[in-house]
């Protein structure tokens, strides 16, 4: 079919797909969803067990090796990693990267199964297992609730009522809080009246539990009515439970718990989680969004929203913003979109001046409708505006306007030649729309490898090949029917005569065709020097950066604080008081939030919540502007330095993409935990040989001090005392024992039965303890039973990774530095690599070195057959394999550009400058493929080879070159974003150099392969 002429004489069916793209466009673009990262699946589920009083060991044996046992069964895991510590497991379970978020949905059943099929095998006293696989839901919406004079009771309640009201805004997923603490009903009896009164701990929780159990008294038959019993005595209110009688039966005098005993509901003293905002006492609010809405319109329903609960806030609690996911998406959206535009405005402008104002207008209009018309099909295939599918959209704009040059340049030339519009159209595209669709196919696929990857990079970069072969193939369609209908419009017979004669004279006399000319001439001397430049480029490649992701741009960063290991959570939460006064205290600092005992929710994709520990808290701070931020980084250090050198501290940047927690890792894998810790000490003075190393430390910490009380066991058998009630008793007389439930409404709130504070504060008074004895009925002093109390040493966590015993110790370059994370991999992995391990013990690499190798393996699994494709292609294209080799000759001389625009830009090589490593080869085989097929056209004609050559890339100098030219210019506003700036550094001078070089190097391979000889003289 004619292409051109069909579409230049049926105007109306033109117009008709005119109006289509462009109003289907419009309208697509303003409802197409909008997100600021891709939508991206964590194939990760957390299993919480509670294993109240067992050693890290035995929760390690009894709890966690069962369950790895059964999750190491399940055909579709990557990994297991697990910590034991005291009374508490906590295994991380990682799914292959290939499943997808519906697949995922049934593995999680199935593990459910397996778990609960383990959990009935348990010993006693283990809980059922909590089983989080919601581990990966982003809160997008992250609020603080404080308030000077409000109590924890307060907030929690105004915090219920907020999420009750907010999650039935459409596009909501979830609400959760986080900080809330946990109410208990504290029951304070002194041992002295306990002993006096003869009851023991064990009578007192029997009443405790059966006087308050819910349980069925059936019913009974009167007349044609069932009636159901329903009994008094559960507890009401704290009255009733002073109320309790708890002296025994035999007893004549009535002794209720409230003469005993001082009962009182209140916070729990060991809470899990504690959370602040700016040094106060607050709440965290977290707010997910939906699956497939646009959250910048849900954003503005839950403003709204919250604007009408005013009117029930009480006056002096704020509701604060710590993360506003909506607002950063339109901020973001805006920015692209900016950049898209101006991207575009560079492109036209470049025609304008190269090509003159009517070329200039055909191709930007037929550029505008192909990005319009992307925007239909994104809409259609459910690919949001965001970072990635917006830099897709740059990306391709040099690569979307190539075709329309070279029709628009073949028209122009048929002109020249005396042709009508028509005829010169008609020409052109038969000439070129089965290469130009061939060269367009490379193009796409050499970004398969991203669209195609299995791995969590592929999946999070995945939109830019959907988008990029949508927006290629439009630009392949809108090239060979739009343009010529458009050319018609603007161009008159015979129009571009002297214009292009003018042009034809500057191309004759141009800088390419004279290195062209020498290159033929002195065929040795021109690859000599050209082999040359690729192995310098080869070597001086290793002298680039090498890092995986950039740092986010938003003005945040994370301060991690581990105290030593057995700290209590209080007291954490006390000492690192003095460290947010001073954060606060720094210029541009905007906000502090705060939370200890675990990580805050995750708010961002790429942020990562660490697991319960008493001795760690984090603070989120954010600034006014990066340039502060970089300033409050500095500060923190010089302060913690000076003022806390006894703590653990880190601050990281938020990052852009798939991260790691630590971008160095080193995992030591063996049986022995003395043996691994040695090993662990060995690495660990290799990292701090480093001057830039920094956050050096292993995730099984400091051991930690144990009192063991030494039971005499024959002394103990004797008096009717066993290990549980000597459990039991220190328990209560310290910490507190569970005795029960109290119900208040639908809060289930435990019955703590334990000793007043001035009783239990002081270590001494173990000795003075004392302990029911059965067989005597009456209170015996403890030292009766226990011989001593002794203080031993136990590891506080046991780490294990997939069923082994693994030691982490991880590192990270100085962030506020030049070097990379590569160069500290480069400099100590050599030296850990060589270190002289006992036998069962190993080493492997984790962090930025194992998530780039993932990466990069998953997109280089396809790069062969990718590359065979577009090879076979080329090869079918031109039915020669000679002329394949001709084109894809000049392939590998991109290295030249992209290595001198890196040493000079300083930009490091990453997945993103992989990725524009990959788009370059699809641009430089397109160009080939154009100038190929100008040669074969030229020697169709008639012409001698040698000339047809010369001739040929005579021609194609202007639409190879204004090609190159608009996708290097296009490039420019992703200079300024941190994640697409080295990708643009690879594009712009590995485009530059190379189309130089493919202009020369093609027509050189090709006379060489064709052994076509330069005419002498």
Request: aromatic share 8%; net charge negative.
């Amino acid at each position: 079919m004619d292409f051109a002429k069909y579409f230049i004489k049926n105007s109306t069916t033109s117009w008709l797909v005119i109006a289509i793209l462009i109003i289907g466009g419009i309208v697509s673009f303003l409802n197409v969803g909008r997100l600021e990262d891709p939508q991206f699946t964590i194939k990760q589920a957390l299993i919480i067990t509670n294993y109240p009083g067992a050693s890290p060991q035995q929760v390690e044996e009894e709890v966690t090796l069962p369950l790895e046992e059964a999750l190491q069964r399940l055909p579709y895991l990557k990994n297991v990693k697990s910590t034991s510590s005291s009374g508490l497991s906590q295994i991380t379970v990682e799914m292959k990267s290939i499943y997808r978020k519906k697949e995922l949905e049934q593995i999680w059943d199935e593990l459910r199964r397996r778990i609960l099929d383990v959990y009935v095998r348990f010993p006693p006293g283990v809980s059922e297992p909590l089983i989080r696989d919601d581990f990966g839901d982003v809160f997008g919406v992250l609020l603080s609730i404080s308030g000077d004079n409000y109590t924890d009771k307060d907030l929690s309640n105004f915090a219920d009522f907020l999420k009750r009201e907010l999650i039935t805004v459409n596009g909501v997923g979830k609400v959760d809080i986080q900080g809330e603490r946990n109410e208990i009903v504290v029951v304070e009896i002194s041992r002295s009246k306990l002993a006096s009164l003869g009851i023991s701990l064990d009578r007192l929780s029997q009443i405790l539990n059966t006087q308050n159990t819910v349980s069925d008294a059936g019913s009974i038959a009167l007349n044609s009515e069932r009636i159901r019993f329903y009994s008094s005595g559960e507890f009401q209110s704290i009255e009733e439970l002073n109320r309790l009688i708890i002296s025994s039966p035999n007893n004549p005098n009535l002794i209720y718990l409230g003469d005993v005993a001082n009962v009182s509901r209140v916070y729990s003293e060991m809470p899990s989680n504690i959370t602040r905002y700016n040094g106060n006492n607050a709440l965290l609010l977290g707010v997910s969004f939906g699956p497939g809405v646009n959250v910048v319109d849900v954003g503005a329903l839950i403003t709204q929203k919250l604007d009408e609960l005013k009117a029930y806030q009480p006056i002096g609690l704020d509701i604060d913003v710590i993360y506003n996911q909506p607002v950063e998406v339109e901020n973001s959206v805006n920015d692209f979109l900016f950049n898209l535009v101006s991207a575009v405005a560079i492109v036209i402008i470049v025609l304008f001046f190269s090509m003159g104002w009517q070329a200039g207008t055909i191709i930007g209009l037929v550029l505008f409708m192909t990005v319009m018309g992307t925007f239909i099909f994104m809409l259609e295939m459910g690919i949001e505006l965001q970072r990635i599918s917006l830099g897709a959209l740059i990306i391709a704009l040099g690569m979307l306007v190539d075709n329309a040059i070279v029709i628009t340049e073949g028209i122009m030339s048929g002109q020249k030649r005396r042709l009508t519009i028509v005829e010169a159209a008609s020409l052109i595209v038969k000439q070129t729309q089965w290469p130009l669709l061939g060269a367009t196919i490379i193009a796409i696929t050499a970004f398969a490898p991203i669209g195609l990857s299995s791995d969590a990079t592929g999946e999070f970069a995945g939109s830019l090949y959907w988008v990029l072969l949508i927006s290629l193939f439009l630009s392949w369609i809108t090239a060979i029917t739009i343009t010529p209908f458009l050319a018609s419009l603007f161009f008159k017979d015979n129009d571009n005569q002297e214009q292009n004669q003018k042009v034809e004279v500057e191309e004759k006399n141009g800088v390419i065709i004279a290195i062209l000319n020498f290159a033929l001439k002195y065929r040795a001397v021109f690859y000599t020097a050209t082999l040359a430049s690729l192995i310098a480029a080869v070597v001086g490649f290793s002298q680039v950066k090498q890092a995986f992701f950039p740092p986010a741009t938003t003005p945040m960063f994370l301060i991690d604080v581990w105290h030593k290991q057995g700290t209590d959570i209080v007291y954490n939460s006390e000492a690192i008081k003095d460290i947010e006064r001073e954060v606060m205290s720094f210029n541009g600092t905007e906000q502090v939030t705060t939370t200890v005992g675990r990580g805050a929710l995750r708010f961002m994709l790429t942020y990562q919540a660490t697991n319960l520990y008493s001795a760690y808290s984090q603070m989120i701070v954010r600034m006014d502007n990066l340039e502060n931020v970089e300033q409050g980084i500095f500060s923190l250090r010089e302060y913690m330095d000076n003022n806390h050198s006894d703590v653990f501290y880190k601050v990281k940047r938020l990052e852009i993409g798939p991260s790691t927690d630590a971008k160095i890792e080193v995992r030591i894998s063996g049986p022995e935990p003395d043996v691994l810790r040695v090993q662990a000490d060995k690495v660990k003075a290799i990292l701090e040989q480093v001057d830039f190393a920094r956050n050096i430390r292993d995730d099984w910490r400091q051991q930690v001090k144990v009192i063991r009380p030494i039971i005499n066991e024959a002394a103990a058998r004797r008096v009717g005392v066993s290990k549980s009630d000597v459990d039991q008793l220190l328990k209560a007389s310290f910490e507190g024992a569970n005795f029960g439930l109290y119900r208040d409404g639908s809060d289930l709130l435990p019955i703590v039965v334990r000793l007043p504070d001035e009783e239990r504060l002081s270590i001494d008074s173990l000795f003075d303890l004392q302990i029911f004895s059965r067989a005597n009925q009456r209170y015996i002093p403890i030292t009766q039973v226990v011989d001593d109390f002794e203080i031993i040493w136990e590891d506080p966590i046991i780490a294990r990774r997939d069923r082994k015993r693994s030691l982490v110790v991880t590192a990270d370059h100085d962030i506020m530095g030049e070097r990379t994370a590569n160069d500290l991999l480069q400099i100590v992995k050599p030296q850990i690599d060589q270190l002289d391990l006992p036998a069962g013990y190993s080493i492997d690499w984790g962090g930025e070195y194992e998530a780039a190798n993932d990466a990069q393996k998953a997109v280089f699994a396809g790069l062969p057959i990718g590359y065979l494709i577009m090879f076979i292609i080329t090869v079918l294209l031109f039915n020669s394999f000679r002329a394949g080799l001709a084109i894809w000759a000049s392939v590998p001389l991109a290295v030249i550009g992209v290595t001198l625009g890196m040493l000079v830009a300083g930009a490091p090589f990453g997945f993103m400058a992989l990725l524009g490593l990959l788009s370059l080869t699809g641009m430089m085989v397109k160009n080939g493929i154009v100038l190929v097929e100008q040669i074969n056209i030229e020697l169709k004609a008639g012409k001698a080879p040698y000339d047809a050559v010369v001739e040929a890339t005579k021609s194609r100098v202007r639409p190879v070159s204004m090609a190159a030219l608009t996708t290097v210019l296009g490039m420019i506003p992703l200079i300024a974003d941190d994640f697409f700036f080295s990708m643009a550094i690879v594009i712009m001078a590995g485009l530059g150099v190379a189309t130089v070089l493919t202009l020369v190097v093609v027509p050189l391979v090709y006379c060489s392969i064709f052994k076509i000889s330069t005419p002498k003289g």
